[in-house]
């Protein structure tokens, strides 16, 4: 071979050349790399467990849903298993609840099958829809007027708001009595512009006092958050009956005396009547200023901006009714008595006129501020910003996001806010409530992937109820720092 016969040709050679033949043949030879085996360290992964589309076992529900989703009586749950667990609400710290695996197999055992359990729930349905009907047959718009003033919790006719409103009502209704009397004495244009305006507001502020009534309600399962909001949809409805109402037949009136005007008798009794209108929408608006400038004091904020932002629809109404009612006064005895100097009947259809464009000013006024409220405006920026701040500065809260702040209406806000909590922070508040010896030798006494899964879900279960007990946490505070604020969504981001 080639190797062989190289070998014999040096062999006559020194030991030098021999070497360095022999160390240039090995650089020729192609490299070879040889690499150590790796030890494979085998990780010890838990099973993936696969829980379904619907997976019901683990969830609680209380004692009021089982006995009326499963038709179950308090006896029936004496003998479940109870389970003690924080509460959702503010009046109370914990409640007790059952687990639903154990009320579907109780509901089971008591109606026997699936399918008579489905037809009790079916013929309670029917039982409960029947005493719908019954009270909606019964339904009378008197009674919940009533209910509102005897029965109400909150009544506010003799106070606040509901004062005024009532005020108002009598007040007007009296004016219309004598107005009326005085249009069909004289035949005037402006006093029957006059009477159709007393008659709107009376009616007007009649249905405010049934808003009000209804808006102190307690809320129910149909509406959550209460009935806050038919202030100002009676307020809206109001401000749309003094355009139709008042503003029209005003106009239409003022029209018709400038299409064919007629004679006017004696005013004598017209102004008269007038003067006492005057004096008493004066009262009434007197009365309603003063209630605006104490309910704005206690907000803090100005006259202009409690009526320019509906603070108080009810309120607002009277007000802006009975300035109308004293500016329309005192423009109907002046087109009056310029007709009672020249003779010419058209001053006091021009007066009907004005007092028609005077109400359609003051309608679209209620109409925009009272849409506005019912769209859910948000609040003012700065308060925006207090109520952040709050929430920013605790040390359980890295940030805040998309953050809406909404004017529920009556001075109610609902403050809604996505939060990054400092899960470091939440940790140690559950570690400082814990025994920490005790946790150290549970952790040494772990030795087998099933343990540690154990060990981990106890405490995780509980770490994630520390979680909650902080959000109840700062949302209590919110609401006491700040009792205008009586709904609080925080949801962990």
Same mark, same amino acid.
């Given at each position: ?9 040096l062999?006559h ?7 360095r ?9 192609p490299k ?12 010890a992964v838990?099973?993936?467990?696969? =829980? ?8 609680f529900?209380t ?13 029936d749950?004496e003998q ?5 667990r ?9 409640f ?5 695996s154990d ?7 008591v ?16 039982v ?6 019954s ?7 008197l ?5 509102g003033?005897?029965?109400? +919790?909150r009544?506010t006719?003799?106070?606040g ?7 108002a ?34 009616c007007?502020?009649?249905l405010?006092?049934l ?8 809320p ?6 209460g009935?806050?909001?038919m202030?100002?949809i ?6 749309v009956?003094?355009f ?14 400038l ?13 008269c ?6 004096v ?7 009365v309603?200023i003063?209630e605006?400038?104490k309910?704005a004091h ?7 901006? =409690?009526?320019?932002?509906?603070? /108080?629809?009810?309120t607002n109404?009277v ?7 004293v ?6 005895a002046g ?9 010419n009947? =058209?001053?006091d259809?021009?007066g009907?006129?004005g ?20 769209l ?9 910003q ?12 890295r940030?805040i ?9 009556l001075?109610?806000?609902?403050? +809604?806010?996505?939060?990054d ?5 939440v940790?140690r508040?559950y570690l400082?409530?814990?025994?920490? /010896? ?7 006494q772990?030795?087998?992937?099933e343990?540690?899964?154990n ?5 995780g ?17 919110? +609401?006491?720092r ?12």
């Open positions: 071979s080639a190797t062989a016969r190289m070998f014999l040709s062999a050679r020194p030991w030098h050349v021999f070497c033949v022999s160390l240039q043949h090995k650089s020729s030879l070879r790399s040889f690499r150590f085996p790796q030890l494979r360290y085998v990780r838990l099973k993936k467990r696969e =829980y379904g589309a619907k997976y019901t076992q683990n969830n529900i004692a009021v849903r089982a006995m009326n989703e499963f038709c179950l009586k308090p006896s749950l479940l298993r109870k389970i003690r924080r509460s959702p609400h503010d009046d109370t710290e914990a007790t609840v059952f687990l639903r009320v579907e197999a109780k509901a089971l055992d109606w026997g099958s699936p399918e008579a359990l489905a037809r009790e729930r079916n013929l309670r349905k029917e409960e829809r029947e005493y719908e009907e009270r909606f047959l019964g339904f009378h718009p009674n919940i007027f009533i209910y003033q005897i029965k109400g +919790k009544t006719f003799l106070q708001p509901g004062k005024v409103v009532m005020v009502i009598c007040i007007n209704g009296l004016n219309f009595f004598f107005k009326l009397l005085a249009w069909v004495y004289t035949g005037s244009a402006s006093m029957f512009s006059e009477a159709i305006h007393s008659l709107a507001d009376t007007n502020q009649a405010l006092a808003g009000i009534s209804q808006s102190v309600r307690n129910d399962a149909v509406h959550p958050y009935f806050s909001n202030r100002y009676a307020s809206l409805i109001s401000g009956g003094i139709m109402m008042g503003a029209g037949l005003s106009w239409y009136h003022g029209i018709m005396g299409l064919h005007p007629e004679p006017i008798e004696s005013l004598l009794w017209a102004y009547i007038l003067a006492g209108s005057l008493s929408e004066g009262a009434t608006l007197l309603a003063n605006i400038k309910s206690q907000q803090r904020v100005s006259f202009y901006e =409690y009526v320019m932002q509906s603070r /108080d629809p009810s109404v007000l802006l009714e009975d300035a109308a009612a500016l329309g006064v005192i423009m109907a087109c009056m008595g310029l007709t009672s100097l020249t003779g009947p =058209y001053y259809s021009l009907s006129l007092v028609g464009t005077l109400l359609g000013t003051v309608s679209a006024f209620l109409i925009y501020t009272n849409t506005e409220a019912l859910g405006r948000s609040i003012q920026a700065e308060r925006v207090k109520l952040t701040e709050i929430l920013e500065n605790d040390p359980a809260v940030a996001h998309d953050v809406k702040a909404t004017d529920m209406g001075s109610k806000v609902r403050f +809604k806010a996505e939060v909590f400092d899960g470091r922070v940790t508040s400082e409530k814990q025994d920490i /010896d005790q946790i150290l030798s549970d952790i040494q772990v030795k087998t992937p343990e540690l899964e060990f981990m879900l106890k405490h279960e509980n770490i994630i109820d520390t979680l909650g007990a902080e959000v109840d946490r700062l949302e209590k505070e919110l +609401k006491q700040n009792p205008e604020v009586r709904h609080v969504d925080l949801e962990i981001l």
